[in-house]
């Protein structure tokens, strides 16, 4: 009735032809697992990339075409009968598993930082991410094998690798960490500077992976000194958006920029609002009784250097 059917809707039709309704297994599985549940809003597509990361397992290949093809790596003798049809099932089941534990890892703020699922960086990296797990799990060196996957998420953050098209990127990645988990002598990847950082925008990639990393650092609200929901952060300016030409910029836009925006409770920021820093800093300080040492201490979380800190004041 002209709603466009996206991948996942097509191969839910296709293998009704097995008496499989992927549906209910997506259904199930938001049931079973609580993180999935938790993305599944913000991610839409998750539902497709356990599928990606089926295949990508099966026979190394996250493609559309490859997608739409995935019941053929089950067939045997051209037949898709009960032993493939449990054959697929165990395989939703682990791979939701395995995407439970992305998101899981993901959300650890002490790993890679992402307090929201709006900050992930590139959603497109979770099915070679899970998929990447599963290559690792129930080896000998599987802590190593886990280190090398968190130095593939992070070298790929910051630049514009998945930004594009991502398929051949990832079936590409996905080769050479197997590759790299084989042989640890040499890293398939290289150092990569990044450029025009203060000129991302909010929501992209790069902007996200800045997020991730100040929450890495354990940034502590302005007024809250150790939150206790530290989903309820959200990124904020830290010189108000409504000085911009107190601050002799040529253009608004730079005071949009990420070395401007940190994680701060909703409430905290209507609180300080437009005051400037030096004003807002000397409120808190006096409200809460600490010193300049402390405030510093507390802001520093946020990735805010001295010299910054001296530029608040």
Known sequence: KGTPLGTFDLLNARFRLYKIVLQNLWEKTKDDYPNVESYAEEIEKLNYYILQTMSLVKKGAIRKKEILRLDEAYKTSGKFDDAQKKEFEDDWNDISRLTNEVIKRLSDRQVYGVVDPKFVPYTVMVPIF????????????????????????????????????????????????????????????????????????????????????????????????????????????????????????????????IFNRTLIFEKTNRIIHDKNPSQYLKEIMKEQKINEKKMRERLSTHLISEKAFECMK
């Open 130 to 257: 899970a998929a990447m797990l599963k290559k690792a799990e129930g080896r000998a060196d599987e802590p190593t094998c886990k280190n090398k996957i968190r130095y593939w998420y992070w070298n790929n953050v910051f630049i514009e690798k998945y930004s594009g098209s991502t398929d051949s990127q990832g079936e590409s990645d996905f080769k050479a960490m197997k590759d790299w988990f084989e042989n640890d002598s040499q890293s398939p990847f290289n150092f990569e500077p990044i450029e025009d950082i203060e000129s991302s925008k909010q929501g992209a990639a790069d902007y996200n992976g800045i997020m991730c990393l100040i929450a890495k650092k354990g940034a502590k609200d302005f007024r809250k000194d150790d939150p206790a929901d530290y989903g309820q952060l959200e990124d904020h300016h830290i010189f108000p958006k409504a000085k911009w030409k107190e601050y002799g910029l040529p253009e608004q836009s730079e005071i949009h920029s």
